[in-house]
């Protein structure tokens, strides 16, 4: 199995050598030099399983590429910096980083800590749910429908997880805000509603497993002729 590394550090020399380890290793990098070509190859590509990210970098820096990665995508993430401070490695942490490396690492580190991330990685891929036409991949949150790779957001995936784990039984709005918004949620519950009608319109002509059960709530269904 390829693993593609997503390598976003604007120093040449550095970029070049990390992306020399990464070869070294066995996977496959791609290069970005700053925090803007870095978003637009991980958006452009689907197909990134790790992130190499430096902090300090033009347009934009590690911190918002990091942000704006993480409301689409749980790929891992590594965070590469100068800044050997604790504060920063909370930091990034809290944001949503997997690990988080100083620079200069040792080689070994480095590669030890690469290759753990990529170990979780397999053994992860290797779970596969299949539920009528719709395939998910948990660890990278892709979805594919009827052989169709689909867009959806974190709120959406969630969403349908939620569904599919609790396939033909009947979830109540309450019950669905609480596991997908968590309990403290001070929204409108009908923005379930909207959410559930948006995913069902991703989900093409399979958005008809997600029932309206009046009264009552929604219920994931997918008739037995449709199970393989």
Do not use: C
């Not at 790790?50 to 990091?66: K, S």
């Amino acid at each position: 199995m390829d693993i593609k590394i997503l390598i976003a550090e604007d120093e040449s020399i550095f970029r070049e050598l990390v992306s020399d380890i990464v070869k070294k290793e066995g996977y496959m990098p791609v290069e970005a030099r700053d925090g803007k070509e870095a978003i637009d190859i991980f958006f452009s590509s689907n197909d990134i399983d790790i992130v190499i990210l430096d902090v300090m970098m033009p347009i934009y820096d590690g911190w918002e590429v990091l942000k704006e990665i993480r409301e689409h995508s749980d790929v891992p993430i590594i965070m590469l910096t100068a800044l050997g401070d604790e504060k920063n490695e909370v930091f990034g942490l809290k944001e949503g980083a997997d690990d988080y490396i100083s620079k200069p690492f040792s080689y070994e580190i480095f590669v030890a800590r690469l290759n753990t991330i990529v170990r979780k990685l397999k053994k992860e891929r290797i779970d596969e749910i299949i539920v009528g036409k719709i395939k998910i991949y948990p660890v990278r949150h892709k979805v594919i429908v009827n052989d169709l790779e689909v867009e959806l957001n974190r709120k959406e995936y969630s969403l349908l997880n939620y569904f599919v784990t609790n396939n033909n039984r009947v979830l109540t709005r309450e019950q669905i805000l609480d596991k997908v918004w968590g309990y403290d949620f001070d929204g409108d519950i009908r923005t379930i509603d909207t959410h559930i009608k948006t995913l069902r319109s991703k989900l093409l002509t399979y958005g008809n497993y997600i029932k309206t059960i009046r009264g009552s709530g929604y219920m994931f269904e997918v008739q037995n002729h449709e199970d393989n």
